[in-house]
């Protein structure tokens, strides 16, 4: 464990000390958001994204080591085991290393290596190599055997045996990989035939890059043309003579002198070393890919859980569409749909005024404040609806409506789930994805935990990647986001409950129905009655959940119920009742949390308390701001170099960001043209779901690209940084239906504002 402990605080930057207390407290059954909000002083105030990385370390080096045991075991069992062996064994600290050293004992089938040595060809070998000067042919003649009746045969035999050793030299084939990897490049070029069908792969017809500064979004747009059939990748090594150098320098082979031995090198070198260096290249190129892809995901989902809600409103949510209709709810303050339907405003049945109608009736009978409206096909022309109705309702003296368009990714995954079902049996699948684009304009967090992460659309590749690593990733920011926020426990769903620390489906299933039968919580202790929910669990999640309301003040913030004799103390200290405590600036500000430290309680536990008392339950998500899309800007065709415009980052990738401004296509606004300085990663200047102000660079509406730029002062057209080839932002639909013609006045008659 302290060789485990020490190669992580070493990665990490840290001291092993912290390490070894977090190692105790996961194996101990600790979460990560536990951990990180009320163990500061055991870690060290280690962050969440420490401990994710830590957790992830002790899990592959924990295999590693199981992995050791294995192979030593192994080798021991063929009495090959020595001590020179046996240490480096248990000195590897990569896989790859490992498996090296174990490929002379794994058991394989018979090779043409192994029937030449039992043909007593390993002698000739070694004659060979100690008399480069002889005739190869003539040596071989003495050697000839059944199976190897001349000397051409017997000189085959020979090499094989020869290349066997190359193959089964760790160090050598370690030393080769590296070499590959840090001098090699990876070239691409389109399949005959493919060009037309392949043209979203065009930036990759001619490609050539080192494999070193190939990002990650390329590797994986590589591989995916690949797959696809339309791009032929070559792996070129570099120059030959320095690999075939590498194992001559080895082997200690005298090349110059032999022609049989420089031939060998060359056989073995094209043979097996490329080949097997070229697979492992490829390995590692996917892996550094998909860690990559799964840092941008993690990001950005990140960004969208913790996205401003737009809070307790009633909304209208609308999932539009053409043929289909707008499918249409409202829902509550809560998130309870009141009512549904469906309108057609749009071709072929273009019921503009019917729907204007309905929907100005539906807002007015139930003080609507919100209209959710989803991004999907339809979009533009179901927001001018929407801000028609809005209009209509301010002209007749009512309080506007707010429209304000919504990412509506994972809708119709969530819409078709068991979850859905059981929660809506009785309404119609369409209908639920419009309750579902209300719901997450009014909280993001509660409404997406119910949605696979994998289908809410901010991923790079997502299908391209390792599936079991991408659900590990995103399930801990789903987890470490829902914690950072805190839950209501007497309103939260099961889904939003089973992402709490310490909390499994079956406990929030539960917790659900304990409150269906008792009518809600009036404490956090009263959680200990739920049925399986034991000390553990209640450790680990009571910090999470948030009761308003109830008999205790403190069990609606964040201070865990395991410090609450700490706030009885400060309360007495100041001579205030715990309610009058907090939200008193005055007084917390002037507090030494040092002066309450204890044994169990160090300052940073303390600071907290005091910062969560002084706002309680307090809310790390930003406050809730909308994009305006430009009027008569609704496709790209309208677009024009020089336009700025209001948008929202809808995906940020290592290249750059896209952004819609509300042309059913997003534009791409490159790190290059992100700031004044120099970026090296795009999330140090937006976020996902961040409103922004960009302007129109260059418009391609053949290939449907939008080139923007965050820098307001370019100018289009002006030389700017060449840009690496990078695939284009998912498309979306461009058609667009006018709005049919209509009498405003009868309009506000029929919907009775006027």
């Not at 004044?676 to 937006?686: A, G, L």
Request: charged share 30%; aromatic share 6%; with cysteine.
């Amino acid at each position: 464990m302290s060789l485990i402990s020490a190669q992580i605080a070493r990665e990490l930057a840290v001291r092993e000390e912290q390490v070894q207390a977090t190692i105790k407290l996961l194996d101990e059954g600790n979460t990560v958001p536990f951990i990180a909000r009320y163990r500061k002083e055991v870690t060290g105030g280690l962050d969440d994204t420490q401990l994710r990385e830590l957790e992830e370390r002790l899990s592959y080096l924990r295999e590693l080591e199981d992995r050791k045991q294995t192979i030593l075991a192994a080798i021991e069992e063929q009495g090959k085991l020595s001590d020179d062996l046996r240490a480096l064994i248990l000195d590897c600290d990569t896989k790859a290393r490992l498996e090296d050293l174990y490929l002379p004992f794994k058991k394989r089938r018979k090779t043409k290596a192994d029937i030449a040595r039992e043909a007593g060809l390993e002698e000739l070998v070694d004659k060979l190599i100690k008399n480069p000067g002889a005739e190869a042919a003539a040596v071989a003649e003495a050697f000839k055997t059944e199976g190897f009746e001349d000397s051409k045969k017997v000189l085959e035999g020979a090499r094989a045996i020869l290349i066997d050793r190359f193959a089964l030299d760790a160090d050598l084939v370690g030393e080769v990989r590296e070499q590959m990897y840090r001098t090699g490049s990876m070239g691409a070029s389109v399949v005959k035939g493919k060009e037309t069908e392949g043209a979203k792969f065009k930036d990759y017809f001619e490609f050539n890059e080192p494999f070193k500064s190939l990002p990650s979004h390329r590797i994986l747009a590589l591989l995916r043309g690949e797959n696809e059939g339309v791009l032929s990748l070559n792996l070129d090594a570099g120059d030959d003579s320095i690999y075939e150098g590498m194992i001559a320098q080895r082997f200690e082979l005298d090349t110059h002198t032999s022609s049989w031995l420089a031939e060998a090198v060359r056989w073995g070198w094209r043979t097996k070393l490329y080949v097997s260096s070229g697979l492992d290249v490829r390995m590692r190129l996917k892996e550094k890919a998909e860690e990559g892809a799964l840092d941008i995901f993690a990001t950005n989902l990140r960004d969208v859980l913790l996205a401003a809600p737009a809070g307790q409103c009633a909304t209208i949510g609308l999932d539009p569409g053409f043929r289909n209709g707008v499918k249409v709810a409202v829902v509550d303050q809560t998130g309870k749909p009141l009512a549904t339907t469906i309108v057609y405003p749009h071709q072929p049945q273009n019921r503009w005024q019917d729907a204007v109608q309905e929907l100005a009736n539906l807002c007015a009978t139930h003080s609507v404040e919100l209209m959710a409206i989803g991004n999907g096909t339809a979009s533009r022309e179901t927001e001018k609806l929407a801000g028609e109705v809005a209009d209509l309702i301010k002209t007749a003296g009512g309080k506007r409506p707010t429209p304000v368009v919504v990412s509506e990714s994972g809708a119709s995954v969530y819409s078709a789930s068991e979850l859905a079902a059981a929660e809506f049996p009785d309404m119609d699948v369409s209908l639920r994805g419009a309750v579902s684009i209300a719901r997450r304009l009014q909280d993001p967090l509660a409404e997406l935990v119910k949605i696979d992460p994998k289908a809410i659309g901010v991923g790079q590749y997502q299908h391209d990647v390792n599936q079991f690593a991408l659900a590990k990733t995103l399930d801990g920011v789903v987890e470490d986001a829902v914690n950072a926020v805190g839950v209501n426990l007497n309103t939260a769903s099961a889904p939003l409950l089973s992402r709490v620390a310490g909390v499994t489906s079956t406990l929030a299933q539960n917790i659900v129905s304990y409150r269906d039968e008792n009518g809600g919580f009036n404490s956090r202790k009263e959680l200990n009655k739920v049925p399986r929910l034991g000390p553990k669990a209640f450790e680990q999640c009571a910090g999470f959940l948030r009761i308003n309301g109830g008999k205790d003040p403190l069990d609606a913030s964040a201070v865990h119920p395991e410090a609450y004799p700490v706030v009885r103390r400060i309360a007495e200290k100041t001579g205030l009742e715990v309610a009058g405590l907090i939200g008193n600036t005055a007084v917390l500000s002037k507090l030494q949390p040092a002066e309450f430290a204890d044994e169990r309680f160090g300052v940073p536990t303390i600071s907290d308390i005091i910062a969560e008392l002084d706002k309680p339950g307090r809310d790390p998500r930003p406050e809730f701001k909308t994009a305006s899309f430009k009027e008569g800007v609704e496709k790209i065709s309208d677009l024009k170099p020089g336009m700025i415009l209001e948008g929202t980052v809808t995906n940020v990738a290592a290249f750059g960001a896209f952004v819609d401004v509300g042309v059913h296509q997003d534009g791409l606004v490159h790190v290059s043209a992100m700031s004044d300085k120099f970026i090296s990663d795009p999330h140090e200047v937006v976020r996902s779901g961040q409103v922004v102000k960009v302007k129109v660079m260059e418009v391609d509406v053949e290939r449907k690209r939008i080139g923007l730029s965050l820098r307001l002062n370019d100018e289009p057209g002006a030389a700017a940084p060449k840009k690496k080839p990078q695939t284009s932002a998912p498309k979306r639909s461009e058609k667009r239906q006018p709005a049919a013609a209509g009498s405003m006045a009868e309009a506000l008659r029929r919907a009775g504002l006027k």
